[in-house]
């Protein structure tokens, strides 16, 4: 009976799993299936006179195509690899895309507008085909050329999408795993306190802490002093003690934090946990000077919103500034040291300043006390770039700003 009903009602096809085609795959079929549109839509990238096309720029050409042909260009797939497209290169008669299927992947390709050819470019051939922009000669083949894939051979790597955005939690279990394998594992971390320094300043430990069993002993002595103490106590009237015993500023500022950091030291010693190691590492003093780059807009603190390229950027940097100084004050505070640390901004000088500071070359950000906004000057061949330019048309100028910058 019960064969009777299964034979009597439909069974449910699942439907078949098919390969999704590979980029290349999808533009070389549209160009095959529909060469009078592609030739349209790449000529009208190549007519707009710009060098370097935006993901929305490539999608309003693709959008008027839509309009005047038929929309089954778009069902091809080749509508999906333009909405990927993060950038083009525009330098007649070819024009190449840098696609992001999905994070963490990248591909390119290179069309020739005249001939309707498609290349496969590698990343390498990608960025040399981007430097014709402002050098159109053919590449030195003997150029400098260095290969850091060594200092990486045993670097943990993130494969998982997933985990793009959370590297520091991947790292910590990682480490953990690592320090968790045997005695001898933790060699690092103690190598690694044992030479944090700032300036010259020894932090955490001392010469007088040459092993990690010594290492250990110390913390245990130091934990049954510091049990002894109120948890308030300073810690210049204990600093002493601590020094002989081998640990140096950087601990706590009371008694109660510099008991903490010994706990969590002793934890991970007897057994690691990511957790554990992520809590310790962060509550080492670190961070005392920060560069942050923001190269584009009329950067600068008054009268300058509403100018071309500046706005929420600008008001986001300066914003961060003065959270992230105020965070790192917290921090020396906390760990019981007595530095200054410094954070620059570094932007371009704009000698025409359309009445803003941003001809000024250092400027203090107001609300802060150890921040500055230091501003350099793009530079050509013949001279300092007076004028603003658009942030889409920076890249030819980046290169001697570093330097300058050094």
Known sequence: MLNEEMDASPMKRVPALSRTPSM?????????????????LFSAYVS????????????????????????????????????????????????????????GLWEYVR???????LDDLSVSEYLQFKELLVEDTRMDPYVLELDFEPFYASFPRLTRPSSIGNGVQFL??????????????????????????YQGQALMINERIPTLQRLRFSLFKAEEQLQRLPKETPYLEFSHRLQEMGLEKGWGNTAEGVLDMIHMLLEILQAPDPETLEKFLGRIPSVFNVVILSPHGYFGQANVLGLPDTGGQVVYVLDQVRALESEILKNIKRQGLDIEPEILVVTRLIPDAEGTSCNQRIEKISGTHHSKILRIPFRTDEGIVRKWRSRFDIWPYLERFAEVMQ
């Open 111 to 117: 069309v020739n507008v005249d001939e309707m050819a």
């Open 172 to 197: 910590n279990r990682h480490l953990s795993s690592q320090l968790f394998r045997d005695a001898e594992s933790m060699e690092p971390l103690f190598q690694f306190l044992k030479a944090h320094k």
């Open 48 to 103: 707009l006179g710009k060098r370097i096309l935006q993901p929305y720029e490539i999608l309003h050409e693709l959008n008027v195509l839509m309009k005047l042909f038929d929309q089954d260009v778009v069902q091809e797939g080749f509508a999906a690899v333009l909405q990927a497209a993060q950038e083009a290169v525009v330098h007649p008669p070819w024009v190449a895309l840098a696609v992001r299927p999905r994070p």
């Open 24 to 40: 290349h795959e999808s533009v070389q079929g549209c160009l095959s299936n529909h060469p009078n549109e592609l030739v349209s």
